[in-house]
């Protein structure tokens, strides 16, 4: 399952970059981000920096580590986590077009096994609230962003 969002930040993409790269901070952007653990650390750059993340789902804190694949700086960065069977693909891309930066969040869903798979069938129904919580990421940053 695929499911896409994006917003229009009024910033530069410096600024928008810095702030969805602060991994560190991001209980402190994210309303719904509740505690960051680092658990690696790359000495340059951000491929195979690795975190735990623990989140509000459904009202309850639900904690998934994390780590990105790919980066360049500027652009975009991708991570992946694992958990029941599922593995989750995460891509943040950042664009311009005249003065306006876009900022896109692209949420990928893969089951492994039989099991996953059978649990993957009602996500169908959990679409819309996937993409609502990944517009509420987005709008975050862009209050980081242009309040900064």
């Known amino acids: 399952m695929l499911v896409e969002a994006e917003i229009t930040i009024n910033g530069n993409k410096t600024a928008v970059w810095n702030t969805i790269t602060n991994i560190r901070h991001a209980a402190e952007i994210?309303?719904?981000?509740?505690?960051?653990?680092?658990?690696?650390?790359?000495?340059?750059?951000?491929?195979?920096?690795?975190?735990r993340e623990t989140r509000l789902y459904f009202g309850k804190p639900a904690a998934i580590d994390k780590w990105i694949t790919d980066a360049v700086e500027n652009e975009f960065y991708k991570t992946r986590a694992e958990m029941d069977g599922f593995?989750?693909?995460t891509t943040m891309t950042i664009s311009q077009s005249g003065n306006n930066i876009r900022l896109t969040s692209s949420h990928e869903?893969?089951?492994?096994?039989?099991?996953?798979?059978?649990?993957?069938?009602?996500m169908?129904?959990?679409?819309?609230?996937?993409k609502k919580a990944i517009l509420q990421?987005?709008?975050?940053?862009?209050?980081?962003?242009?309040?900064?």
């Not at 869903?109 to 009602?122: D, E, N, V």
């Not at 990421?137 to 900064?148: F, R, Y």
């Open 30 to 51: 994210y309303r719904t981000v509740e505690k960051i653990e680092m658990l690696n650390e790359p000495v340059t750059g951000l491929e195979g920096l690795k975190w």
């Open 87 to 89: 593995i989750f693909l």
């Open 109 to 122: 869903t893969r089951s492994q096994g039989f099991i996953a798979r059978i649990k993957s069938l009602p």
């Open 124 to 130: 169908m129904f959990f679409r819309g609230m996937l």
């Open 137 to 148: 990421d987005l709008h975050d940053i862009k209050t980081a962003v242009e309040q900064s």
